[in-house]
Structures are given as structure tokens and as C-alpha cells.
Antibody, heavy 120, light 106 residues
Framework: QVQLQESGPGLVKPSGTLSLTCAVS?????????WSWVRQSPGKGLEWIGE???????NLNPSLKSRVTMSIDKSKNQFSLSLSSVTAADTAVYYC?????????????WGQGTLVTVSS | DRVMTQSPATLSASPGEGATLSCRAS??????LAWYQQRPGQAPRLLIY???TRATGIPARFSGSGSGTEFTLTISSLQSEDFAVYYC?????????FGQGTKLDI
């Protein structure tokens, strides 16, 4: 059973950098799947942030691309998200997820999510 | 970006009844559509991928159909645990985009 667990600060100051890590168990991060981040603002819908492959290749949402960095740590079987220059609009529950490769990639497993609040 | 539009925003139904949820893509996405269920306080759960293939462990009362730009999620004989928010997502193009959700209410 694939399991994902997000970790990171729950509070980030405006103009700071949000940093989250996702630990993966039950699957190798070096396999054929991609690894994703999705966020959900309070009471709102889902926003796809991007996905990364173990080679380091990533696909990012253009709306966030200038502020997003994704990375992979194969030795720890985990991947990470950094979002810079945050504002209150970045307050959301952040989910990490597996994007299963089947010609194209779709999300099949999700972490439980972690709430990140941007506030001074 | 492919804009995904779900209807209705809220659907009221009773246990034992059926429910039909719709999702429309702004441009064709072939059959590259997934449906997710999100219960309060929980992460989304994959129900359907490839527009019509049930994910592992998903009951047969959930079925998906459609291709191109028009898609449907049908739930037959609603159970109490089915009252949740449902999202469609296209994975034919980047960026992946979600619909705004349909809340299935008692």
C-alpha cells in the first residue's frame, strides 16, 4: 500500500518561503511514477501545483512556476516543494500525491494533507 | 488551460437513490479524465480514471462515462458514505486542472 506523509512548518510569514517534504512508503520514488503537489485553499477547490520525476524533470503550473521549486531525494525516498514570496493567498492545505504513469499520469494516491497558513 | 466545469454545484439526494454528476472540458481531453471523492477533513480519493475505469477497491455502484468534452459520474443506490464532494480532473494536458466540485448532499 502506497503511503505519503507531508511535513513542514504550519505557519510561514508573508514574503517568506514555504517548504514542505513528502515521505513516500510502499513505493520507490525511483520507479516509473511521477510525484505531485496539489493545494486546496480553505473552502475552495483543488489546484495542481506540479509534478516531478526521479530524474529531476518537472512539469509546473504556469500560474506558480516562477515561485515553485521541486526536488527529489532518492536516498530518503522523499520529495519536496518550495514556494517563494508567499502571501495570504497561498494559505491552503497542501497535498503530496503519486501521479501514476499509464501513458499519461494521473493521481492515484494522496497524502493526508498539511495546512500551511501565511501570516505575520 | 483546459477549464473543467462541473454541474450541478450541489445535488441533493436520499440514500438508495441514484445520482448523476456532470463534467465538461473547455477543449477535448480524449478519455483522460479522473473522478475523485473528498469527504470532510479528508484527502481526495481516486474513484475513476480513463473516464470509465474504476480504481482499485471502488464499489461497482460508481461508474463513469464520456469522452471528448462531456463526462458523467453515476452513483447508483447512494449509501450514507457517498455524501461528499466530487471533483473531476483532466490529465490530457498541462497544467492538470480540476473542476470546482459537486457537493452531494442529503
Amino acid at each position: 500500500q502506497v503511503q505519503l506523509q507531508e511535513s513542514g512548518p504550519g505557519l510561514v510569514k508573508p514574503s517568506g518561503t514555504l517548504s514542505l517534504t513528502c515521505a513516500v512508503s510502499g513505493a520507490s520514488i525511483s520507479g516509473t511514477d511521477w510525484w505531485s503537489w496539489v493545494r486546496q485553499s480553505p473552502g475552495k477547490g483543488l489546484e495542481w501545483i506540479g509534478e516531478i520525476f526521479h530524474s529531476g524533470v518537472s512539469n509546473l503550473n504556469p500560474s506558480l512556476k516562477s515561485r515553485v521549486t521541486m526536488s527529489i531525494d532518492k536516498s530518503k525516498n522523499q520529495f519536496s516543494l518550495s514556494l517563494s514570496s508567499v502571501t495570504a493567498a497561498d494559505t491552503a492545505v497542501y497535498y503530496c500525491a503519486r501521479a501514476h504513469y499509464d501513458i499519461l499520469t494521473f493521481i492515484d494516491y494522496w497524502g493526508q494533507g498539511t495546512l500551511v497558513t501565511v501570516s505575520s | 488551460d483546459r477549464v473543467m466545469t462541473q454541474s450541478p454545484a450541489t445535488l441533493s439526494a436520499s440514500p438508495g437513490e441514484g445520482a448523476t454528476l456532470s463534467c465538461r472540458a473547455s477543449q477535448t481531453i480524449s478519455s483522460n479524465l479522473a473522478w475523485y471523492q473528498q469527504r470532510p477533513g479528508q484527502a481526495p480519493r481516486l474513484l475513476i480514471y480513463g473516464a470509465s475505469t474504476r480504481a482499485t477497491g471502488i464499489p461497482a455502484r460508481f461508474s463513469g462515462s464520456g469522452s471528448g468534452t462531456e463526462f458523467t459520474l453515476t452513483i447508483s443506490s447512494l449509501q450514507s458514505e457517498d455524501f461528499a464532494v466530487y471533483y473531476c480532473q483532466q490529465y490530457n494536458n498541462w497544467p492538470r486542472t480540476f473542476g470546482q466540485g459537486t457537493k452531494l448532499d442529503i
